[in-house]
């Protein structure tokens, strides 16, 4: 046990006679450990990305709704008695009369 700490710890398992499965398994290691932090940050990236969608997302939603607000208030009919009386305008005094036809019978 003490034997393989300060083995470790001077370095001669990477220099000795059977090292090479030892450079392996380092090798193997830091590659995994690349792998890890890539797919990490490649995950980072993205919660990112998805909260950046989400405030676009209730950015536009805040503008529907002010958009809708405003297209009810211009068809109010008071809004277009309004900008028709600016214009000269003014709505008929004399109702509108229903025309009925009646069917043909043959």
Known sequence: MKKSITSILKGTFL???????????????????????????????KVHEIAK?????????????????????????STIRLKLKESGILPSEVPPKKIRIAAQQN
């Open 53 to 77: 969608l989400n405030e676009e997302v209730k950015e536009l939603r805040s503008e529907l709704i002010d958009g809708r607000k405003k297209l009810m208030h211009l068809k109010m009919e």
């Open 15 to 45: 220099v000795s006679d059977d090292s090479f499965k030892n450079w392996r398994f380092i090798i193997f290691l830091s590659v995994l450990a690349i792998f890890m932090i890539a797919s990490s940050h490649s995950a980072d990236r």
